[in-house]
C-alpha cells in the first residue's frame, strides 16, 4: 500500500517537473524570439512605421532609402498657371536624387528595439526634412518649356470709356494678361521641387507683371466719378423762344485727364463752344430792319445795339456751373442786351431818329410816347450825325457839355453813341427842316425842351435808339478814308487803359474793324485788345447810376463842338459885314430877356455863353436865332 502510494507521488512529481520544463522551454523560445526581434529592430524599423508616406516596418536604413529613391524617380510637380496654362515637371526631368543626412539613421537609432511589441501597436509616422538634388541647367531649360512661358501677354491698366450718353464714362478693366517674371517663376518652381510639393501655383506664388492701374485703384474710380459728375451736367440757354442744350455730347469733347489724375477742361475748346452760340445768337453790329412811322422800311447799318455775348465770361459761368455739378437754365452772360429776342431785338420800345426828316419818334412799349422836331449835326461843317442802332448809355441832368473855351450847360443829357447824344437845346427857337446842313450841332441831336424832358423821363440805360436816313437820301459829308487793316490795329492799340471817356476811341475801332472784310479782319492782330476794352467799358458803365451826375473836373460826355483845328466853330450865316447878328431872344429895349426857366429864387438864369462882363454875346448867332453850341 505504501509502495502503491509511494509510486503515485513519483508520478505526480515527474509531471509537474515535465509542465515546468515544457513552460520553461517556452518561455525561453519567447524570450529568444522576443530579444531575436528586439536584436532585429535594432537594425530594422518596427512593424506600423512610415516615413513620409512610405510603410518602412522591417525595412533598414538601406532599403529605406532605396524606397525613397524609387519614390522620388515618380514625382512630378504641376504648375498651375493663368488661363489655364499649367504644366507638368517631373523628376526625371530635371534628374533629381534624394540627398540623405543621416535623418533615418538618427529615426532608427531613436527607436528602442525592446518596446518592439508595444510598437507593433502604435502606428509611427515620421517626416523627413527633405533634401534633394537636381540638374539647375535641366530645371531652368524645364521651366522655359512650360507652357506659360509661351505666347505671353503684356498687363495693361484699367481706364476708362469713351463717352456714350447712355452711360457716361464706363470703367474699362485692366487686362491683367500673363506674362511673369521668369526669375519668380524659376524660384516658385525650385522652392516646390526641394520640398516635393506636388503643386505650385504661380498666381499664388506672385509670379505674374500686374498693371500698375488696378481695377480698383482709386485714383482711377475718382477720375471716372468726376468726369461722369462733369457730363452729367446739362445747361440750358434761353434765347426768347429759342432754346440751346449744352450736355455731356459737348461737355465731353472737352475733357480729358489732367496731372495727377484730375480732370482738365480745354477751355479753349470751351471758348470755341461759346463763339459758336455768339455767331448765332449775337445782334449787335448787326444790320437792323425798321419799319418806320413814315411806312418805310429801312435797313440800319452801324452802331453796337443787340445782343452780345461776353465770350470770356460765359466760359466763366460754364466752368462754375460744370464745377457745381447741377443743372441749370440761364441766360448767356452778356456784354450788351437788348429789349427782344424776337425778329427785331428792339422789340416795341425804341427812339426813331430820322435825320432825313429832321423828326424823331420815342416808342414804348409799341406806343407813341412823343415825336418832335431836331437839329442833328453841321453836314457843311462835316459834323453829320452818324447812323446806326444804338443802346442809351446812361443819362444825367445839368451837364455842362465843355469845349476848349466855352461852356454849355443842358438840363438833359442823354449820350447814345461817344459824345453823340440827345440833349434839349435852349438857345434854338427853330428845330427841324434843313437847319442842320450849314447850321448843326457837332453830332448831337439837339431837341426843344419839352421834348427832351419827355424823352428823359421815359427811357432808361440800354434803350434802343435807331439813327437813319430815308433811302436816296445821300448827304454830301467829308467821307473817312476806308479803313484799312494797319489802321485798324493802331486805333485799337490808342485806345489806352479804358475809362468811361475811352468809349469814342472803342466805338471807333470797332465800327473801322466791322467795315474790314472777312479776309481783313482775320489779319488783326490785337483784336482781342478792343473786345476786351469793350468788356471793360460795359463793366464801367454797369458801375455807373442810372442818373449819374455830371464830373467836376469837366471829363461829362459832351458834344463834339471843337473843330480840328482846335478853334470854336463860328456860324457860317455870320452877316457879310461882319457885324454880328444880335440874339432875336434880346429885347428891343437891349435889356437882355430872361431865361423861361428862371430859378425858383428869381435869379435871373443868364445865357450860357454870357462873357465875363455881363454882356450877353451870341458867339456864333445864326439867322435863325440859335446858338450852335452842342
Avoid at 33 to 49: D, K, L, M, P, Q
Avoid at 262 to 287: G, Q, R
Avoid at 554 to 575: F, K, M, V
Wanted: aromatic share 8%.
Amino acid at each position: 500500500m505504501k509502495e502503491k502510494n509511494k509510486r503515485k507521488m513519483h508520478g505526480g512529481a515527474s509531471a509537474k517537473s515535465y509542465t515546468g520544463l515544457v513552460l520553461t522551454c517556452v518561455m525561453t523560445a519567447i524570450a529568444v524570439i522576443y530579444v531575436g526581434f528586439a536584436i532585429y529592430f535594432e537594425s530594422h524599423f518596427c512593424f506600423g512605421t512610415s516615413i513620409d508616406g512610405i510603410a518602412v516596418g522591417g525595412s533598414s536604413v538601406e532599403k529605406v532609402e532605396d524606397a525613397i529613391r524609387t519614390e522620388m524617380k515618380n514625382y512630378n510637380l504641376t504648375v498651375t498657371a493663368r488661363e489655364d496654362k499649367n504644366g507638368t515637371i517631373a523628376g526625371s526631368d530635371i534628374d533629381m536624387e534624394p540627398v540623405f543626412q543621416g535623418e533615418i539613421e538618427k529615426l532608427l537609432e531613436e527607436q528602442n528595439g525592446f518596446a518592439w511589441l508595444i510598437l507593433m501597436f502604435q502606428k509611427q509616422e515620421f517626416e523627413l526634412a527633405k533634401v534633394v538634388s537636381y540638374d539647375e541647367q535641366k530645371l531652368d531649360e524645364a521651366v522655359r518649356n512650360l507652357p506659360c512661358m509661351k505666347d505671353q501677354r503684356t498687363p495693361v491698366d484699367a481706364t476708362y470709356s469713351d463717352y456714350t450718353k447712355e452711360n457716361g464714362y464706363a470703367l474699362v478693366p485692366a487686362d491683367y494678361g500673363t506674362q511673369v517674371d521668369t526669375a519668380k517663376v524659376r524660384k516658385a518652381v525650385s522652392d516646390a521641387v526641394l520640398v516635393l510639393d506636388e503643386t505650385v501655383d504661380l498666381e499664388q506664388s506672385g509670379c505674374y507683371l500686374e498693371p500698375a492701374i488696378g481695377d480698383g485703384d482709386k485714383d482711377l474710380l475718382a477720375l471716372i466719378d468726376a468726369l461722369n459728375q462733369y457730363v452729367g451736367v446739362t445747361i440750358t440757354y434761353d434765347f426768347g423762344d429759342d432754346k440751346e442744350v449744352l450736355d455731356g455730347t459737348t461737355i465731353s469733347t472737352w475733357l480729358s485727364e489732367g496731372t495727377d489724375e484730375k480732370v482738365s477742361i480745354d477751355e479753349e475748346e470751351v471758348l470755341a463752344f461759346v463763339k459758336t452760340l455768339a455767331k448765332k445768337y449775337n445782334t449787335a453790329y448787326s444790320p437792323k430792319e425798321l419799319k418806320t412811322s413814315y411806312g418805310t422800311t429801312v435797313t440800319i447799318t452801324g452802331g453796337f445795339y443787340g445782343w452780345r455775348i461776353d465770350n470770356g465770361g460765359e466760359v466763366e459761368q460754364i466752368l462754375a456751373d460744370l464745377k457745381a455739378g447741377k443743372d441749370v437754365e440761364r441766360e448767356p452772360v452778356y456784354l450788351t442786351t437788348a429789349n427782344s429776342h424776337g425778329e427785331h431785338d428792339y422789340g416795341d420800345s425804341y427812339v426813331e431818329i430820322n435825320l432825313t426828316n429832321q423828326h424823331l419818334f420815342l416808342y414804348k412799349d409799341g406806343k407813341l410816347v412823343v415825336e418832335s422836331d431836331f437839329v442833328s449835326g453841321n453836314l457843311s461843317k462835316g459834323h453829320d450825325t452818324p447812323t446806326g442802332a444804338f443802346g442809351l448809355t446812361y443819362k444825367t441832368m445839368n451837364a455842362v457839355l465843355r469845349g476848349p473855351d466855352y461852356e454849355t450847360p443842358v438840363t438833359y443829357w442823354m449820350p447814345f453813341n461817344g459824345d453823340v447824344g440827345m440833349h434839349d437845346a435852349t438857345w434854338r427857337n427853330k428845330f427841324g427842316g434843313s437847319i442842320y446842313k450849314t447850321s448843326g450841332s457837332h453830332g448831337c441831336i439837339n431837341l426843344p425842351a419839352s421834348a427832351a424832358k419827355k424823352i428823359y423821363e421815359t427811357i432808361d440805360k440800354g434803350y434802343a435808339v435807331l439813327v437813319y436816313r430815308m433811302p436816296g437820301d445821300n448827304p454830301t459829308v467829308v467821307q473817312q478814308p476806308q479803313a484799312d487793316v494797319p489802321s485798324v490795329i493802331n486805333a485799337i492799340s490808342i485806345i489806352g487803359p479804358v475809362t468811361l471817356e475811352s468809349e469814342t476811341a472803342i466805338v471807333n475801332a470797332r465800327n473801322m474793324y466791322n467795315s474790314l472784310s472777312d479776309a481783313d479782319k482775320a489779319q488783326v492782330t490785337n483784336y482781342d485788345t478792343l473786345t476786351a476794352a469793350e468788356a471793360a467799358l460795359s463793366a464801367l458803365k454797369a458801375q455807373q447810376p442810372a442818373d449819374a451826375g455830371q464830373q467836376t473836373d469837366g471829363s461829362q460826355q459832351q458834344d463834339q463842338s471843337q473843330q480840328t483845328d482846335g478853334s470854336q466853330q463860328q456860324d457860317q450865316s455870320q452877316q457879310t459885314d461882319g457885324s454880328q447878328q444880335q440874339d432875336q431872344s434880346q429885347q428891343t429895349d437891349g435889356s437882355q430877356q430872361q431865361d423861361q426857366s428862371q430859378q425858383t429864387d428869381g435869379s435871373q438864369q443868364q445865357d450860357q455863353s454870357q462873357q465875363t462882363d455881363g454882356s450877353q454875346q451870341d458867339q456864333s448867332q445864326q439867322t435863325d436865332g440859335s446858338q450852335p453850341q452842342g
